[in-house]
């Protein structure tokens, strides 16, 4: 039996309210954004609107959330949405805006699930990308050709338009969102990829693989997903271990609870106990640190652009999302109600601060006058977890001897540059950046990386100027980052250096959190990187 024949398996868009609207074009504009790291495109949007990117892909923040933008697919923006555009790396790229009335849309969707609707930063899938851009091209070009009666074309393309994102899709993606779809209901019985692959009519491999390029991860990951953010609904409602276990298709408890703490880092209990205390994260480096003490954030941003690790793992337990903006985060704070709020001291200003303070209790971290250690223990003293602070570093203190013990000779002789390849360009990691293997583990910077604040992006020329002894390099995975890599390696700067000459040049695995050490100055990535070393010096 095949997905499309299951009975079970037929929950999707019934699409019934596009038959009750009335939809109008108000507006057709384009944008250049290439030259763009971020752009604030609506504070509040003033009506219902699509965003299509058209050339190199980047991220769209819709409300707090991020997605991939990428010129295959249309976001479909709400009124009063916060929208912001991020790109790791100038290039040629444009926006089309497309505001839009839409008449009895509310009432319309108030016959459909509102949860079957994907969230404005995921998009809307077009069945064909080069329609779509050709479309795009064609609305815009008619409402701006100085004659008013060719925006009726602009009108009826804006219309092939909304046909194109919610006509039939092809038949693989429709088999894979229904797989998805039968996931979803199914997730209590034994699955597996042996089983899905025959349901959408694949073979083991191509499923596999077409599966992980249209949700971004594996099918049995999914699965997994599913049945761990049911557990921590279960969790939150009171439900006894052993009812939960059974509900979302384990058979043992004890291997269920060694899943969940794999999966989201601390055990069933402790996520339970934890919980009781609604917390808020105010910027990113605070929610390091509360994972470090076993607390996932009530209300937080995780929208990082450099990795998706926190929206993967904590997406369901952060109920409120914050962005970076002060009126956004007080609205969301003010409905959120958290028992306690954790911010940076230098991020806000006095009268920001003051708002907070009405809504809950506040620490504000002093961030550049003390270190992560002092981060860690400041908070764990605010959150009356103090044990667990200060157990947590006596613990680190040790690996860290550990980790030291299987330091390799060539890293204790003369000096080491730390770097990393990201899409942006070679960024040369500061003392601060570096402070696991400079400060914990001892190891000796070159001259000139005590200069530099933070991290810094240099040329490929200006690495001659550190010519440490050994180098450790991040590159991270993405195809721009490689091919800089490459491109750097076959130069003659490159070459010369003493440590490239010495063979002195280590790699790290080039996790993307690795690609801001700084905005992940905290006790739990620095405890990431002390594992990665450890790897590192096990291998050589």
């Keep these: 039996m095949t997905i499309a024949e299951h009975p079970s398996s037929d929950k999707s868009w019934s699409k019934q309210w596009l038959h009750q609207i009335w939809i109008r074009l108000k507006e057709a504009s384009k944008q250049d954004h290439s030259t763009f790291h971020y752009q604030l495109l609506y504070g509040s949007a003033p009506s219902h609107l699509f965003i299509v990117l058209n050339g190199q892909m980047g991220n769209i923040i819709v409300d707090g959330l991020l997605g991939p933008a990428s010129?295959?697919?249309v976001y479909w923006i709400r009124p009063g949405q916060r929208v912001e555009m991020n790109y790791s790396s100038v290039g040629p790229r444009e926006l089309y805006l497309f505001p839009f009335e839409a008449l009895d849309?509310?009432?319309?969707?108030?016959?459909?699930?509102?949860?079957?609707?994907?969230?404005a930063s995921e998009g809307l899938p077009a069945a064909s990308p080069a329609e779509l851009l050709a479309l795009c091209e064609k609305i815009f070009g008619h409402w701006h050709s100085g004659d008013k009666v060719d925006r009726l074309a602009s009108q009826a393309g804006f219309q092939d338009l909304l046909h194109l994102l919610f006509k039939k899709q092809g038949q693989h993606e429709e088999a894979l969102d229904r797989v998805s779809e039968y996931m979803k209901l199914h997730y209590r019985e034994p699955v597996t990829v042996e089983a899905l692959s025959e349901m959408a009519g694949m073979s083991r491999y191509y499923f596999?693989?077409?599966?992980?390029?249209r949700?971004?991860?594996?099918?049995?990951?999914?699965?997994t997903e599913l049945r761990t953010?049911?557990?921590k609904q279960l969790l939150e409602e009171g439900f006894p271990l052993w009812d939960i276990v059974d509900r979302i298709g384990y058979k043992d408890p004890q291997y269920f609870s060694s899943q969940f703490n794999k999966n989201v880092g601390i055990s069933p209990r402790t996520y339970t106990l934890n919980r009781r205390c609604k917390v808020a994260a105010y910027s990113w480096p605070n929610i390091g640190h509360l994972l470090t003490l076993q607390m996932?954030?009530?209300?937080?941003?995780?929208?990082q652009f450099?990795?998706?690790?926190?929206?993967?793992?904590?997406?369901?337990d952060v109920k409120h999302l914050l962005s970076h903006d002060y009126e956004f985060n007080l609205e969301a704070l003010w409905r959120s109600r958290p028992d306690r709020i954790v911010a940076l001291d230098e991020m806000l200003p006095e009268e920001e601060k003051q708002k907070l303070r009405q809504i809950a209790p506040v620490l504000f971290l002093p961030w550049h006058t003390e270190d992560w250690r002092m981060h860690l223990q400041l908070t764990a003293q605010f959150l009356e977890r103090e044990k667990e602070g200060s157990l947590w570093l006596t613990r680190y203190d040790q690996q860290v001897e550990a980790v030291a013990q299987r330091m390799p000779a060539a890293f204790r002789q003369g000096t080491l540059l730390i770097i990393?390849?990201?899409?942006r360009g070679i960024n040369v990691w500061g003392k601060r950046a570096g402070t696991v293997l400079y400060d914990d583990l001892g190891l000796t910077c070159p001259t000139g990386v005590e200069t530099v604040e933070s991290t810094e992006y240099v040329q490929a020329e200006q690495l001659g100027a550190y010519d440490a002894d050994s180098i450790l390099i991040h590159v991270l995975k993405d195809r721009d980052s490689q091919i800089i890599w490459e491109r750097l390696q076959r130069s003659e700067v490159w070459r010369k250096l003493r440590a490239v000459r010495n063979h002195n040049v280590y790699h790290t695995s080039g996790q993307a959190w690795l690609a801001e050490p700084i905005l992940e100055y905290t006790a739990n990535r620095h405890d990431h990187m002390l594992q990665e070393l450890n790897a590192l010096f096990r291998a050589l």
């Design 208 to 213: 596999m693989r077409s599966f992980k390029d």
């Design 215 to 223: 949700f971004g991860q594996s099918a049995m990951d999914y699965l």
């Design 420 to 423: 990393s390849i990201a899409s």
């Design 306 to 316: 450099w990795s998706d690790d926190y929206r993967k793992k904590y997406r369901f």
């Design 229 to 231: 953010n049911q557990a």
């Design 296 to 303: 996932i954030p009530y209300a937080a941003p995780i929208d």
């Design 105 to 119: 849309l509310n009432e319309a969707f108030k016959a459909e699930e509102r949860d079957d609707f994907p969230p």
């Design 71 to 73: 010129p295959d697919r």
